[in-house]
């Protein structure tokens, strides 16, 4: 099994941003096993209201960075990035999926880059618990 304490979660999990999922990873026999492993024991995908939480988090996180980097007002930027902190604290749920989201190239990247450079203090935002993967 995959323990976050002495292992990266991201190295053995994918979250899939469409649907919420999260599936074990393929890139040898460890990985795929102690991610199949894993998700089975934890039940991640066993209830489909947890993928559409899980889905639903991601989606108002994608949002308030919209709204962030092409702001209908000043006014609405600053509600959007009080909202983005907000999901983004440490105790948040479904943070192993904006870590992805934030550490692994994928189709949102230029627009986490957009943020960057609206927000320069994004990244110190998230410091304390998306640690760079090893």
Not at 24 to 43: D, F, K, N, V, Y
Not at 63 to 76: A, E, F, H, M, N
Not at 101 to 119: D, Q
Request: aromatic content about 10%; charged content about 25%.
């Amino acid at each position: 099994m995959v323990n976050p304490r002495h292992d990266e979660p991201l190295h053995f999990l994918y979250f899939d941003f469409e649907t919420g999922a999260v599936t074990p990873m393929p890139t040898s026999e460890e990985t795929l096993a102690r991610g199949r492993i894993t998700t089975q024991l934890l039940g991640f995908d066993q209830r489909a209201a947890l993928q559409d939480e899980r889905r639903r988090r991601f989606l108002e996180v994608i949002g308030c960075i919209l709204r962030i980097v092409q702001p209908q007002s000043p006014q609405d930027a600053a509600i959007a990035w009080d909202q983005l902190v907000d999901h983004l604290k440490a105790e948040a749920p479904y943070l192993g999926m904006i870590r992805q989201f934030v550490l692994k190239p994928n189709r949102y990247t230029p627009l986490l880059e957009t943020l960057r450079e609206a927000r320069p203090d994004f990244d110190a935002l998230i410091a304390y618990w998306c640690l760079p993967l090893d």
